[in-house]
């Protein structure tokens, strides 16, 4: 069972930024790696999760909703098994848990349904 490990959250200030990671472990191959279509989602309290950023493993081929564009990129290190996700200029509206998932042959990049695996989630607070 494919496993995924965030981390970086924290608590910055408006227009501060956070790096976050994700680990993603017990992959049966580098082939099956490869099929991947990792994405973070967030979750604000009393919000339905939403899709923020994603990337292709195979080709780095990138995702964003229009929310973070600009703000945030997405990037791989196939090597690791890991992707991150830096945040820069970040507002109130960013705070929620952040999580990453992986999904194989993804169509509907942002569709939850499409992602079969997820971490555990990692808190991001922006003050005022």
């Known amino acids: 069972q494919v496993q995924l490990v965030e981390a970086g959250g924290g608590s910055v200030q408006t227009a501060g930024s956070l790096r976050l990671s994700c680990i993603v472990s017990k992959v049966p191959s580098n082939n099956y790696y490869n099929t991947f279509t990792i994405t973070w989602f967030r979750q604000a309290h009393g919000n339905e999760r939403e899709g923020v950023a994603g990337i292709d493993i195979q080709d780095s081929r990138t995702y964003y909703a229009d929310s973070v564009k600009g703000r945030f990129t997405i990037s791989g290190d196939k090597a690791k098994n890991t992707v991150f996700l830096q945040m820069n200029s970040l507002t109130p509206e960013d705070t929620a848990m952040y999580y990453c998932?992986?999904?194989?042959?993804?169509?509907?990049?942002?569709?939850?349904?499409?992602?079969?695996?997820w971490g555990q989630g990692t808190q991001v607070t922006v003050s005022s």
């Open positions: 998932a992986a999904g194989r042959y993804v169509a509907d990049k942002f569709g939850r349904s499409e992602y079969g695996s």
